[in-house]
């Protein structure tokens, strides 16, 4: 995916040329050399957030009376590929703009856009999604976190693990069951409400410059106007929001997947073994060659997804396939890429290394590879019906 590559996906039009140049400088200028720092540092500043607001690349599509720019979904494509293109797994971009503010889109109301949402778009407020529960992640339906209405108002409580965006959010949607109900609902929570805690930063494999954390909430009381959407209709809501979620995680990994592909050619084109070039070995030759056409399978199963999406199509099964597909795929290159790489493979200095296991993640976010086969196997059935 070099740039005439990119340029020649039918999907993007002329009009999207200059801001992948744009945001490609701005991610390379204001991101790339500070990121291993902020690896040191367990979390990116805000200010870097505050920086990618003002160049437009927090929530595009954002309607314009939101503050947003009311552009296509591919101004959002284009940021997830450059910045997994560089590497640069620590801005928590994608989950804010991607996932929180598409809650608050398609299932807020008047108040909670107008209210948010040109926070959001600016980077001022910085958004998270709370699912997740040491007892519940595949399986919501062992949520544990509770709210009870109180008043005019709702009172929560319970604990949520593995948020991304954990130690830097202003604003949580947060999924609870009502007190006498089975059934999930969704919150808007502040970070600043009684009640709330920040547990620690979770020490991870990788994505070591993003916060992932722990949440507590001990009886945080928020009005009536925070529930998002209906009561009970929250699983309606994930569902919905998760396909988008996959699609996203899908595109991101096909393009760390083409990084790792790009660093792993540069790098064997100029080391030698045995008075050769690694690149002249037929091994590397056929690995490179079969990673290559896998590459151009995922850009192609990819770009449809991103398609259907456009045009309102995308379901919750074709969505599955390509997060399944395209990020076991992308396991495959960063292990082949890591092996020719030899020593210098396993060492943090080489992209390679840091790909390795920043990518592992992708086959367990926003629903392990087996749950896909889960929603796709449903479909196979489903459809006979
Ligand atoms: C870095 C990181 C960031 C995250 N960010 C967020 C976030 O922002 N918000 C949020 O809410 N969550 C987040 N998560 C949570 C993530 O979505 C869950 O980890 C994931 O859904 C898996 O849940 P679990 O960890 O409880 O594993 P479990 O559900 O306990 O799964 C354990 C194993 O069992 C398998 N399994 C489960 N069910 C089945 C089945 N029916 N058939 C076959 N195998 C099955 C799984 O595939 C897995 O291999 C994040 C996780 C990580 C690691």
């Given at each position: 995916m070099d740039d005439s590559t990119t340029q020649t996906r039918?999907?993007?039009?002329?009009?999207?040329?200059?801001?992948?140049?744009?945001?490609?400088?701005?991610i390379a200028e204001r991101i790339a050399p500070f990121h291993e720092q902020w690896e040191k540092d367990g979390r990116v500043p805000r200010s870097i957030w505050q920086e990618a607001g003002e160049l437009g690349m927090l929530c595009p599509t954002v309607p314009e009376q939101y503050g947003g720019l009311g552009v296509d979904f591919l101004y959002s494509v284009i940021v997830m590929e450059e910045l997994s293109l560089a590497h640069t797994t620590g801005p928590?971009?994608?989950?804010?703009?991607?996932?929180?503010?598409?809650?608050l889109v398609n299932f807020g109301t008047e108040e909670q856009k107008s209210h948010w949402l040109p926070r959001m778009v600016t980077g001022e407020v910085i958004g998270a999604v709370a699912m997740s529960e040491p007892s519940a992640g595949s399986d919501l339906r062992g949520m544990r976190t509770r709210a009870v209405r109180k008043g005019?108002?709702?009172?929560?409580?319970?604990?949520?693990?593995?948020?991304?965006?954990?130690?830097l959010a202003d604003l949580f949607v947060v999924a609870a069951k009502l007190e006498d109900s089975d059934k999930i609902s969704l919150f808007l929570v502040e970070s600043d409400r009684p009640g709330f805690a920040r547990g620690r930063?979770?020490?991870?494999?990788?994505?070591?410059?993003?916060?992932?954390?722990?949440?507590?909430?001990?009886?945080?009381?928020?009005?009536?106007?925070?529930?998002?959407?209906?009561?009970?209709?929250?699983?309606?809501?994930?569902?919905?929001?998760l396909a988008r979620e996959r699609l996203t995680i899908a595109i991101s990994s096909q393009a760390r997947a083409e990084a790792i592909?790009?660093?792993?050619?540069?790098?064997?084109?100029?080391?030698?073994?045995?008075?050769?070039?690694?690149?002249?070995?037929?091994?590397?030759?056929?690995?490179?060659?079969?990673?290559?056409?896998?590459?151009?399978?995922?850009?192609a199963l990819v770009d449809r997804q991103i398609s259907r999406y456009l045009a309102g199509e995308l379901d919750e099964t074709t969505a599955a396939m390509a997060k399944l597909w395209v990020t076991?795929?992308?396991?495959?290159?960063?292990?082949?890429?890591?092996?020719?790489?030899?020593?210098?493979?396993?060492m943090r200095e080489y992209s390679v290394a840091r790909a390795f296991v920043d990518s592992r993640v992708d086959r367990i976010t926003g629903g392990?590879?087996?749950?896909?086969?889960?929603?796709?196997?449903?479909?196979?059935?489903?459809?006979?019906?």
């Open positions: 039918e999907i993007f039009g002329d009009e999207h040329a200059e801001v992948r140049t744009q945001t490609r400088r701005f928590g971009f994608v989950v804010h703009s991607e996932m929180v503010t598409p809650y005019d108002g709702y009172v929560i409580s319970g604990q949520k693990v593995f948020i991304s965006n954990g130690q930063a979770l020490d991870k494999l990788g994505v070591h410059a993003q916060d992932t954390s722990e949440l507590f909430f001990d009886q945080v009381t928020v009005p009536r106007e925070n529930i998002l959407g209906e009561e009970d209709a929250g699983l309606r809501y994930l569902r919905a929001g592909f790009r660093d792993t050619v540069s790098y064997v084109t100029g080391r030698k073994v045995f008075e050769q070039y690694l690149s002249e070995l037929q091994n590397t030759r056929f690995t490179l060659a079969s990673i290559r056409a896998e590459l151009e399978a995922g850009q076991e795929m992308q396991g495959r290159t960063a292990d082949a890429c890591l092996q020719l790489h030899g020593g210098w493979g396993y392990t590879s087996e749950i896909m086969k889960e929603i796709i196997a449903r479909g196979i059935w489903d459809a006979r019906r």
